[in-house]
């Protein structure tokens, strides 16, 4: 039997020559889809009574891949989000197989022939310009972990980066020499899929920055742990959360909004957005591809949308009153 009738060699090449050579995808994205297959090959195997090398790309078949998805659900308590990317993963590998092996075209129509299934529809979370205020002066500034908490919170909402990219960025990404003389500071951030984009930083963002990095070397990342270590995007989760719960206390509308480094990403979108900057530079400020994916801000954003609606509001049933009933005009013609 040819070696490409098995499903592992088709694994191999699309992780590795697809996803990374081909795609660039971010490291993240390539984990996400390992994932996907360390799930669905057991479960292949185990139905179709194979050890997984030799397991046939035609045994994936929609009945099983369908199966894999509904114990998705049922067993491991996934959302219809998790659930549709994981069929996500499916359907790139289906079609890179179909593109470089003829004798599964077929196979390849039917498993991306397995729909989505749709999910529901919820607006995305940000914070009022008062909650983020309140979130930014939680840290305590007099020790040194709390001036790097508020640097990074700072940070965060200044640029929008994601968590992991935060976590990513070095000091040689730091352009901010000539930032105490009211000179442009900048940072270049390592987005999805390695692509790189620079954004303006405050001059309080700068500042708080440039104290965190005195003796510091260029390839060191900016933003250590309590060890000294390269804090992780997890670390940056767990920081954010701990400000989110000592702030409730005085805001507890805060609490209800589940916020982490994402939600922070919103809001400076969303903000941006508030402050009458165009759709088109926030794309490029946050790195998203797709302008269709910033337009999601426009969506929240009520303040907007009540002075839109303010500009078309129709007036009250109003009374007209004829010429000739005004006595004033009257008055005034008579005078002539």
């Given amino acids: 039997m040819k070696d490409i009738m098995f499903i592992s060699v088709w694994i191999k090449r699309f992780l590795v020559e697809y996803l990374v050579s081909t795609r660039n995808l971010s490291k993240n994205t390539q984990i996400s889809y390992r994932d996907t297959f360390r799930l ?10 194979k050890s997984i090398d030799k397991l046939l790309v035609e045994e994936i078949n929609p009945t099983t891949v369908k199966a894999f998805l509904a114990e998705l659900e049922a067993r491991r308590g996934c959302s219809i989000a998790t659930r549709n990317q994981r069929l996500s993963a499916i359907h790139a ?15 390849c129509r039917q498993v991306q022939m397995i729909p989505f299934k749709r999910a529901k529809h919820t607006l995305i979370t940000y914070l009022e310009k008062s909650e983020m205020d309140a979130l930014l002066n939680a840290p305590d500034r007099q020790n040194s972990q709390g001036r790097r908490d508020y640097a990074l919170l700072l940070f965060l909402y200044n640029t929008g980066a994601r968590a992991d990219e935060a976590a990513q960025t070095k000091v040689s990404d730091l352009n901010i020499a000539g ?16 692509k790189p984009r620079r954004c303006p930083l405050w001059q309080q963002t700068a500042l708080e920055l440039n104290a965190i990095i005195t003796r510091r070397m260029p390839s060191e990342h900016l933003f250590l742990n309590r060890l000294k270590q390269p804090i992780t995007r997890f670390g940056i989760h767990t920081m954010v959360k701990r400000y989110v719960e000592r702030v409730a206390k005085q805001l507890p509308a805060i609490k209800e909004k589940k916020v982490s480094p994402h939600t922070i990403r919103h809001t400076t979108a969303t903000h941006l957005l508030q402050a009458g900057v165009d759709i088109n530079t926030i794309r490029a400020w946050l790195g998203h591809v797709s302008i269709n994916t910033t337009n999601i801000y426009a969506e929240v954003d009520l303040e907007m949308k009540a002075r839109a609606l303010a500009c078309c509001e129709i007036e009250g049933n109003k009374t007209f009153t004829h010429w000739r009933d005004n006595k004033d005009l009257m008055t005034f013609l008579d005078s002539l």
């Fill in 40 to 49: 669905l090959l057991p479960f292949a195997g185990k139905k179709n009574k």
């Fill in 93 to 107: 590998f289906a079609k890179f197989v179909g593109l470089h092996s003829p004798e599964h075209v077929e196979w």
């Fill in 179 to 194: 930032a105490s003389k009211g000179d442009l500071a900048t940072v270049l951030i390592n987005g999805k899929g390695n």
